[in-house]
C-alpha cells in the first residue's frame, strides 16, 4: 500500500470495505431493478454445471473464475443470495471485498557501476552486502497494477507475466496504467547499469520475476482476482509471493489459498497498510502471510505505517526512490539570476521551459497585464493553486513559481485548471530570497523522468520480498516457512526491546539473516 505527497490517485488510496452493490433504475420505469452484490461462491467439487445452473435461474451473472479452485465471483440479485447459499452444491457465499495498492540517494559505490543512483533502503536491508550470484534459482511474483516492460531499469529482467483478464485491454502485464507496480518492481530487481536509474535489491538479472496484473488505473481489484492472482503464482514455481496491496476485511477464499500456498513452501509477503492506526489489513493479517511495516531514512516507525499484533518485520517505506514507466514523471530546475532554487513540480504542469524576468504577482487572485511576458512570482493564500497559475497564464505570463507562506517546502496540485505554462513551487524562505530578485532572468525547466520518490508500506514490501529472495536463494532446501522465521530472528530490533506492533521484530536485514543460517540453519 502506497502513500504520495503528490496525490497521485493510485498511490495513497484509503484500505477500506467496499462492498460491489449497485442500485439502478430502470429506464422508462417507476421501480428500480433489484439490488445486486458481488459475492464469491464457493461450490463442492463436480457441481460446476449445476451451480452455473442455479446462478442462471437467480439472474446472476458469472463475473471470473477463480483460477483452479471451486469458486467463483457472481453478481448477484441481493435478495437471491440467502437462498442460493443454502444449496446443497454450496460451500459458503462471501462478499466479494475490493483490495487496493497499499527516498533519498547516494552516489555509487561499490558493489555497483558508476552512475547509479542507490535509494538510502538498499544498504538499510544491507542488499549491498550480499551478492544476488544465486538469485536465478529463486521467483518473486509481483501482484500488482503491472511491470512497464519499456522502463530503462526493468527492461532486460527474467521476466515473465499474467494479463488481468477482467479488464480487457487494459489488463496487459507490460502496461503498468497507475505505476505502481513498476515502482514495487525497481526496489526489487532495477538493473545495475553503468550510468543510468537506481538499483534493486537484486541488479544483476538474475532473478526469476512473475507479474501477475489485478489493478489497472482505477486503482483497486477484487478478493476474487487477488485469489485467482496468488493461485497463478503458485502455478508459475512462484517461491516469494510480493503484495503490496490490502483491503479491510478478510475473505474466507483468499486465506485458504494462501494457507495453501504456505503448505506448499511458498512465502507470501504483504503491506501492513497506510491508515496509521491499529487496523488489520489482509491479505497481511492472515497467519500464512507477513505482513510489512514502513520507515524511515532514521529507522523510525513512519506515521502512516498500520501497527498491531499482526506486524511482523519493517522495511524502509518513506522517500523510496525507484522506477517508474518512462517519462512519465516529472522534475523542475529553477534557476533565478544565475544561483539554482530548489523546487518541486506543481502537479498538472506541462513539460515546459520558460525564460524571462521575474515579476511579483501577488497572491494571483486578480489578472494583472504587467504580468505579460514575465515569470510570475505568486505567494499560497486566498485561492486555490491552480487558479493562480491560470491567472498568471491569462495575464500573459510565460511561467509561474508559487512560494509557500511558511518556511518550509511548497509541494501543489494544480487540480482542475487546465494551464499551459509551466510552473513550479518553492519554500517560504526561498520565496523571500526570490522577492530580492525581481526583474532578473528566472529561468524554469521541467523535463519527463523515468523515477520516482513514493511513500507507503507499499515500498517497504517489495524490499523484504527481494530480501527472501536473495537469501533464500543461498539455501534453496529452506522452506518458506523457515526462511520467514529466520528473517523474523535475524532482524534489527527497534522501538521497543523485543517485538513490538509499529516495528515488528524488526529492519529486515539480508546479510545478518545469511550468516544466521550459517551459522545455525534453516528457520533459526
Known amino acids: 500500500m502506497t502513500h504520495i505527497p503528490t496525490g497521485v490517485c493510485a498511490m495513497s488510496v484509503a484500505v477500506r470495505l467496499c462492498l460491489a452493490s449497485v442500485a439502478a433504475a430502470v429506464a422508462g420505469a417507476a421501480t428500480a431493478a433489484p439490488t445486486t452484490t458481488r459475492v464469491i461462491v464457493a461450490y463442492k467439487a463436480g457441481t460446476v454445471a449445476k451451480v452455473k445452473t442455479l446462478i442462471g435461474a437467480a439472474k446472476g451473472s458469472i463475473k471470473h473464475e477463480i483460477s483452479d479452485t471451486n ?17 446443497p452444491n454450496i460451500e459458503y457465499v462471501e462478499v466479494d471485498l475490493k483490495r487496493y495498492p497499499s527516498a533519498l540517494t547516494a552516489p555509487s559505490a561499490a558493489p555497483y557501476l558508476s552512475g547509479q543512483l542507490v535509494p538510502y533502503g538498499i544498504p538499510m536491508v544491507q542488499a549491498d552486502k550480499l551478492s544476488d550470484v544465486h538469485a536465478g534459482n529463486r521467483m518473486v511474483c509481483i501482484i500488482d497494477s503491472g511491470y512497464s516492460i519499456g522502463q530503462e531499469d526493468l527492461a532486460a529482467n527474467n521476466v515473465t507475466g499474467e494479463n488481468d483478464k477482467e479488464k480487457q485491454g487494459a489488463g496487459l502485464w507490460t502496461v503498468d496504467d497507475n505505476h505502481h507496480g513498476t515502482h514495487v518492481a525497481g526496489t526489487i530487481a532495477a538493473i545495475n547499469n553503468a550510468g543510468r536509474g537506481v538499483v534493486g535489491v537484486m541488479p544483476n538479472k538474475k532473478v526469476k520475476l512473475h507479474i501477475v496484473k489485478v489493478f489497472g488505473a482505477d486503482g483497486w481489484a477484487y478478493s476474487s482476482t487477488l485469489s485467482s492472482a496468488a493461485k497463478l503464482c503458485g502455478k508459475a514455481g512462484a517461491n516469494v509471493i510480493s503484495m503490496s496491496l490490502g483491503g479491510a476485511s478478510p475473505s474466507r477464499t483468499e486465506q485458504q489459498i494462501f494457507d495453501n500456498l504456505e503448505a506448499k513452501g511458498v512465502l507470501s509477503i504483504a503491506a501492513a497498510g497506510n491508515d496509521g492506526d491499529s487496523t488489520i489489513s489482509y491479505p497481511a493479517g492472515y497467519a500464512s502471510v ?21 506486524v511482523e518485520i519493517a522495511a524502509p517505506g518513506v522517500q523510496v526512490l525507484s522506477t517508474v514507466p518512462m517519462n512519465s514523471g516529472s522534475a523542475a530546475t529553477l534557476s533565478v539570476g544565475g544561483a539554482a532554487f530548489s523546487a518541486s513540480v506543481n502537479t498538472g504542469s506541462p513539460q515546459l521551459g520558460a525564460t524571462a524576468p521575474l515579476a511579483d504577482f501577488g497572491i494571483g487572485n486578480t489578472l494583472n497585464p504587467a504580468m505579460s511576458g514575465k515569470v510570475c512570482l505568486i505567494k499560497r493564500g486566498a485561492i486555490a493553486f491552480g487558479d493562480k497559475v491560470a ?3 491569462a495575464s500573459g505570463g510565460v511561467g509561474a513559481i508559487l512560494y509557500n507562506n511558511i518556511p518550509e517546502m511548497l509541494y501543489a496540485t494544480l487540480g482542475a485548471s487546465v494551464t499551459s505554462i509551466p510552473s513550479v513551487a518553492v519554500s517560504g524562505d526561498d520565496g523571500a530570497l526570490l522577492m530580492g530578485k525581481l526583474g532578473q532572468a528566472a529561468a524554469i525547466s521541467i523535463t519527463g523522468v523515468s523515477y520516482a520518490y513514493y511513500d507507503g508500506t507499499s515500498m517497504a514490501t517489495p524490499h523484504v520480498s527481494a530480501v527472501a529472495a536473495l537469501v533464500w536463494s543461498y539455501f534453496p532446501s529452506c522452506t518458506g516457512v523457515q526462511m520467514r522465521s ?11 526491546p523485543g517485538r513490538d506492533d509499529k516495528y515488528g521484530h524488526g529492519l529486515v536485514q539480508a546479510k545478518t539473516a545469511h550468516e544466521r543460517i550459517t551459522a545455525l540453519g534453516c528457520g533459526n
Open 486 to 496: 529466520t528473517l523474523r530472528n535475524s532482524a534489527l530490533d527497534l522501538g521497543a
Open 71 to 87: 469458486a467463483m465471483a457472481v453478481d448477484m440479485p441481493s435478495a437471491a443470495i440467502a437462498g442460493l447459499s443454502r444449496n
Open 290 to 310: 507477513m505482513m510489512v511495516g514502513a520507515l524511515d531514512v532514521d529507522k523510525q516507525w513512519a506515521s502512516f505505517s498500520q501497527f498491531n499484533s499482526k
Open 391 to 393: 491567472n498568471c497564464q
